[in-house]
């Protein structure tokens, strides 16, 4: 059983940044790929960004493409979500999520693949 912990949301004004941390327990974080969704009242839970195994191979939604970048720290089990420029709309709860993955280059960006979600952590964005 894996165990993530996300850290780091807060309220933050437009235009500015906020870096989201994800640790996990156990000592194969390397094996999982990992993702970060978010979910805004009332709306479905939406994919942000994700990272494959090694690292190597991103991807991201359109709507964080060129402000939002997704790192990892196979040493200190942590995936991150750094996030610049933020606006109004991009206030939701974010979550990380890791899927075990046997190749090191995939990337998942649907949320029905991953094994494991965190507790999820609020992001609010003043206008």
Not at 14 to 37: D, I, N, Q, V
Request: charged share 15%.
């Amino acid at each position: 059983q894996v165990q993530l912990v996300e850290s780091g949301g807060g309220l933050v004004q437009a235009g500015g940044s906020l870096r989201l941390s994800c640790t996990t327990s156990g000592r194969t974080f390397s094996s999982y790929a990992m993702g970060w969704f978010r979910q805004a009242p009332g709306k479905e839970r939406e994919f942000v960004a994700a990272i494959s195994r090694s690292g190597t191979n991103t991807r991201y939604a359109d709507s964080v493409k060129g402000r939002f970048t997704i790192s990892r720290d196979n040493a200190k089990n942590t995936v991150y979500l750094q996030m610049n420029s933020l606006k109004p709309e991009d206030a939701a709860v974010y979550y990380c999520a890791a899927r075990s993955e046997l190749l090191t280059v995939v990337v998942v960006t649907s949320p029905g693949p991953y094994d494991y979600w965190g507790q999820g952590t609020q992001l609010t964005v003043s206008s």
